[in-house]
């Protein structure tokens, strides 16, 4: 990232973030465990690609957000491969936001990656970094779904968990609390172009480290640790399994325990 954003981007996850060993003590049965309580399981790729078309109008999906996404895409990968359908995941260490601060250069690029990646649906987290107005936001959003449209795929916004604001993130709550309503305002008039899908019974309302007893969310107050990143793969395919009734997410147990949880972005759990 190019700012000092707490807990976003290289630098600033390394001195933000106390490394702690709970990775360590995750086990394969905790992480199956939060897979399976989400009710859902996986389909394809891993962080980059793997074709292997199964699933009406889900042969190919293109994941895109910031730094909780990357983390997210670990998960969502594993499932995504075992499941047969392609993955690629484009989501960004300190931006990967189409409004707000460093959107301008994201969108030199992002065209491009989308068409190179021809995916069947594309699904935008929304991210910490997208402030504005609500003019502002719409406009990009819009921007956004006419351009997955012109690539031939369906767009999906998710909304993002609720993060600990400190003050860097505290000027932009009001921005970032507006942003789902704009995005499903979009979503809503679309035509079924796109659609809208509300994290929220993932991750509840607020910022929560510890779930079932389990580290849930990163110390730093923004990432998603293993099993929480694991809950919401689990949430998201069956969500999408009712969006592309083709689509049937794979066994958890073909995914959940695959090496993926210790990634080094994790690290802050």
């Not at 979503?187 to 659609?195: D, I």
């Not at 079932?212 to 730093?220: F, L, W």
């Amino acid at each position: 990232m190019a700012v000092a954003a707490p807990g976003h981007g290289g630098g600033t996850v390394d001195t933000m973030i106390k490394t702690r060993s709970l990775i360590l003590g995750l086990t394969a049965p905790l992480l199956l465990t939060a897979a399976c309580s989400a009710q859902s399981a996986a389909t394809d790729s891993g962080t980059t690609m793997t074709v292997s078309p199964a699933g009406k109008g889900l042969s190919k999906v293109l994941f895109l957000g910031d730094s909780i996404a990357v983390g997210e895409a670990l998960p969502l990968a594993a499932a995504f491969k075992a499941g047969g359908v392609g993955f690629r995941s484009n989501a960004s260490e300190g931006g990967g936001n189409v409004v707000g601060p460093f959107s301008d250069k994201n969108w030199k690029k992002l065209p491009g990656q989308i068409t190179a990646a021809k995916p069947a649906v594309v699904i935008y987290q929304l991210t910490t970094y997208d402030w504005g107005s609500a003019q502002e936001q719409r406009a990009a959003y819009g921007k956004l779904l006419a351009t997955v449209t012109k690539a031939g795929a369906e767009l999906v916004f998710v909304t993002a968990p609720p993060i600990k604001a400190d003050d860097f993130y505290k000027p932009h709550l009001a921005d970032l609390r507006r942003a789902p309503g704009v995005a499903r305002a979009v979503a809503s008039a679309s035509a079924g172009k796109a659609r809208f899908l509300d994290a929220g019974a993932v991750w509840g309302g607020t910022y929560q480290q510890v779930k079932d007893g389990k580290a849930d969310r990163s110390a730093d107050g923004i990432h998603t640790c293993p099993q929480g990143a694991a809950r919401f793969t689990g949430w998201l395919l069956r969500e999408l399994a009712k969006l592309f009734p083709g689509f049937s997410p794979a066994d958890p147990k073909s995914w959940a325990n695959t090496g993926w949880s210790g990634d080094k972005h994790f690290k802050g759990c």
